[in-house]
Protein backbone atom coordinates (compact mmCIF):
# COMPACT_ATOMS: atom_id res chain seq x y z
CA UNK A 1 0.00 0.00 0.00
CA UNK A 2 2.59 2.30 0.98
CA UNK A 3 4.35 1.73 -2.63
CA UNK A 4 1.40 3.18 -4.39
CA UNK A 5 0.41 6.07 -1.32
CA UNK A 6 3.37 8.00 -1.83
CA UNK A 7 4.07 8.62 -5.68
CA UNK A 8 0.24 9.20 -5.95
CA UNK A 9 0.72 11.94 -2.99
CA UNK A 10 3.63 13.42 -4.93
CA UNK A 11 1.93 13.38 -7.89
CA UNK A 12 -0.90 14.77 -6.28
CA UNK A 13 0.66 17.58 -4.36
CA UNK A 14 2.79 18.54 -7.50
CA UNK A 15 -0.37 19.14 -9.56
CA UNK A 16 -2.25 20.80 -7.47
CA UNK A 17 1.25 23.74 -7.26
CA UNK A 18 1.12 23.91 -11.36
CA UNK A 19 -2.14 25.30 -11.74
CA UNK A 20 -1.20 28.66 -11.14
CA UNK A 21 -0.30 29.28 -14.70
CA UNK A 22 -3.00 27.62 -16.50
CA UNK A 23 -5.75 29.03 -18.38
CA UNK A 24 -9.59 27.87 -16.86
CA UNK A 25 -9.84 25.58 -19.76
CA UNK A 26 -6.79 23.81 -18.75
CA UNK A 27 -7.26 23.89 -14.80
CA UNK A 28 -10.81 22.33 -15.82
CA UNK A 29 -8.93 19.74 -17.85
CA UNK A 30 -6.85 18.57 -15.41
CA UNK A 31 -9.33 18.78 -13.02
CA UNK A 32 -11.98 17.00 -14.45
CA UNK A 33 -9.33 14.37 -15.31
CA UNK A 34 -8.78 13.65 -12.21
CA UNK A 35 -11.84 13.62 -9.97
CA UNK A 36 -13.18 11.39 -13.40
CA UNK A 37 -9.88 9.13 -12.53
CA UNK A 38 -10.34 8.68 -9.38
CA UNK A 39 -14.27 8.10 -9.52
CA UNK A 40 -14.06 5.66 -12.47
CA UNK A 41 -11.64 3.83 -10.50
CA UNK A 42 -13.87 3.65 -7.50
CA UNK A 43 -16.89 2.43 -9.39
CA UNK A 44 -15.18 -0.30 -11.38
CA UNK A 45 -13.60 -1.99 -8.07
CA UNK A 46 -17.09 -1.53 -6.42
CA UNK A 47 -18.49 -3.02 -9.30
CA UNK A 48 -15.77 -6.01 -9.77
CA UNK A 49 -14.14 -4.63 -12.71
CA UNK A 50 -10.64 -3.49 -13.68
CA UNK A 51 -10.07 -0.31 -11.59
CA UNK A 52 -7.07 0.88 -14.38
CA UNK A 53 -9.77 0.62 -17.15
CA UNK A 54 -11.90 2.47 -14.95
CA UNK A 55 -9.72 5.36 -14.18
CA UNK A 56 -8.77 5.12 -17.84
CA UNK A 57 -12.46 5.71 -18.52
CA UNK A 58 -13.45 7.90 -16.16
CA UNK A 59 -10.24 9.99 -16.89
CA UNK A 60 -11.06 10.54 -20.40
CA UNK A 61 -14.94 11.46 -19.53
CA UNK A 62 -14.25 14.11 -17.13
CA UNK A 63 -11.39 15.48 -18.94
CA UNK A 64 -13.75 16.01 -21.95
CA UNK A 65 -16.29 17.83 -19.41
CA UNK A 66 -13.91 20.03 -17.15
CA UNK A 67 -12.78 21.13 -20.75
CA UNK A 68 -16.11 22.32 -21.30
CA UNK A 69 -16.91 23.88 -18.46
CA UNK A 70 -12.96 25.33 -18.19
CA UNK A 71 -14.17 27.34 -21.99
CA UNK A 72 -17.09 28.50 -20.12
CA UNK A 73 -15.46 29.92 -17.26
CA UNK A 74 -13.04 31.40 -19.62
CA UNK A 75 -16.04 33.25 -21.41
CA UNK A 76 -17.16 34.94 -18.88
Known sequence: MKKI???LLAIALGSSVACTNMSGEQQ???TGAGIGA????????IAGGNG?????????????????EGKKSDQR
Not at 38 to 45: H, P, Q, S, V
Not at 60 to 65: F, K, L, Q, R
Open 28 to 30: GTL
Open 5 to 7: TYP
Open 52 to 68: WTGAAVGAVAGGIVGNI
Open 38 to 45: AAGAGIAA
